[in-house]
């Protein structure tokens, strides 16, 4: 399975906007590209995904490489309640499964 | 719609004893999952499910079973309880595609002594 390789841990303040990079080098053509938070004490939620181009969304945008082997999740002005550890992962269209593996995540850290 | 709902939120048992930690979506979801998050670490998989009837073991399936009679409900056994099984156990659904997100319940905080 393709893996991803994430910092273990981002400061940014707040208000500032924060790009969280993943690098996925091993990425089939078949794999979508995933990004989950975990807030404190609470289950992961889904932040944002895409395949090969930019998305947006409320929450967040996503930046994908043009050779799709890294992305970067962009917060584009960081809350205090941004706090979390955020997830890269990848989904494969061809795993029946289509399990979501966890690594371990950034942890982003957030300062008044 | 109320999601994934897991029950209970918050359990102790004693060593050798044995319970069903509950999971229910109301999304029609094919796939189903359960995982397990010890102190400061991502989210291992224990059991997923494709389809009513249809069960897999994920990385750290030991000491857990599974059943998946219904769509809606999936729900993970311990048949006998381990302190090293002291850990929050999410449950998430999702379509049976890539192309979508997965929803995950507010977990099962397990103590065991």
């Known amino acids: 399975d393709a893996k991803t390789t994430q910092p273990n841990s981002m400061e940014s303040n707040e208000e500032e906007p924060v790009h969280l990079p993943c690098n996925h080098s091993t990425i089939s053509g078949t794999d979508y590209i995933h990004w989950y938070r975990q807030l404190p004490s609470q289950g992961p939620e889904y932040v944002i995904h895409g395949l090969t181009s930019n998305v947006n969304n409320r929450m967040a945008s996503l930046a994908i490489a043009e050779d799709r082997k890294s992305s970067t999740l962009i917060l584009h002005r960081a809350t205090l309640r941004d706090a979390a550890v955020y997830y890269c992962i990848l989904r494969d269209v061809e795993n029946a499964g289509n399990m979501l593996t966890f690594g371990g995540g950034t942890r982003l850290m957030v300062k008044p | 719609n109320a999601g994934v709902t897991q029950t209970p939120k918050f359990q102790v048992l004693k060593t050798g004893q044995s319970m069903t930690l509950q999971c229910a979506q109301d999304m029609n979801h094919e796939y189903m999952s359960w995982y397990r998050q010890d102190p400061g670490m991502g989210l291992r998989l224990i059991h997923y499910?494709?389809?009513?009837?249809?069960?897999d073991q994920g990385e750290v399936p030991n000491g857990y079973n599974v059943s998946r009679s219904t769509t809606e409900d999936f729900p993970l056994r311990l048949l006998s309880a381990a302190p090293s099984q002291t850990s929050v156990y999410f449950c998430a659904s999702s379509y049976l595609t890539a192309n979508t997100e997965a929803f995950f319940g507010q977990g099962t905080r397990l103590t065991v002594v």
């Open positions: 499910s494709v389809g009513a009837g249809i069960t």
